[in-house]
């Protein structure tokens, strides 16, 4: 079976593919900032930061809202606040560099984290870490990693959040490779996918091409030992 989808997956046309791209300027132009290899951490972790609260803005256009009392400098007046639950999930460990952002503009929001990642020896992910708040049955979701590549971390994160019954999920991704987004459209179609660019594609060490490197690692100014 799952052979049968990676093939299928493999024949899809980016022009098929169901997904949001960003290309505000301000996004791109710090898009481009993180593309360069030489800039330090420090740089890296606050674009990633300043990017995710324009992500924000963007994926959250359709929160809904209700009239509420405000009582101006001059006088009463209804004015909209927002009238529904929202949770950000993030995808250990890279999601973290975009949680800062997005709890700037969305301070209303409950925080669950999510830790699972793709073991080469056994060929699965692994669910190491999921906190969750107490109640998300049917509320809406924005799940935060930087980098959707194979789709395989991404596709195990849905599937656990679904095991908990809750409501629209939106993927919110910085770079997203055709790969990544062909996985998510086949195998959940419901969820929708905000990014700033649909990268060319994955080389045969699975990184995004052109790609910015392993978000994680230049987060935190780590490198891999194995």
Do not use: W
Not at 139 to 154: F, K, N
């Amino acid at each position: 079976m799952a052979k049968k989808i990676a093939k299928k997956i493999a024949k899809t046309k980016t022009s098929k593919l169901r997904v949001t791209e960003m290309h505000h300027p301000v996004l791109q132009h710090k898009l481009s900032l993180l593309r360069d290899k030489n800039i330090s951490s420090m740089v890296f972790r606050q674009v990633v930061e300043e990017m995710s609260q324009l992500l924000a803005y963007e994926a959250t256009r359709d929160l809904k809202t209700q009239p509420s009392d405000v009582v101006t400098p001059l006088e009463k007046t209804k004015s909209p606040k927002i009238a529904e639950p929202l949770l950000i999930v993030a995808v250990l460990r890279a999601g973290l560099g975009m949680l800062n952002g997005m709890m700037k503009i969305l301070p209303f929001a409950t925080i669950g984290h999510i830790g699972i990642y793709r073991d080469r020896f056994v060929n699965a992910t692994v669910e190491y870490y999921l906190r969750l708040p107490k109640d998300v049955k049917n509320q809406r979701i924005l799940l935060l990693d930087p980098m959707l590549a194979s789709g395989d971390t991404a596709c195990a994160a849905i599937e656990r959040l679904k095991e908990y019954g809750v409501g629209k999920i939106r993927l919110i991704t910085l770079l997203a490779a055709p790969q990544g987004v062909a996985k998510i459209n086949k195998l959940f179609p419901d969820v929708e996918i905000y990014t700033v660019n649909l990268e060319r594609e994955l080389n045969k060490k699975g990184y995004i091409l052109p790609g910015m490197g392993d978000a994680g690692d230049r987060l935190f100014d780590t490198i891999r030992h194995s």
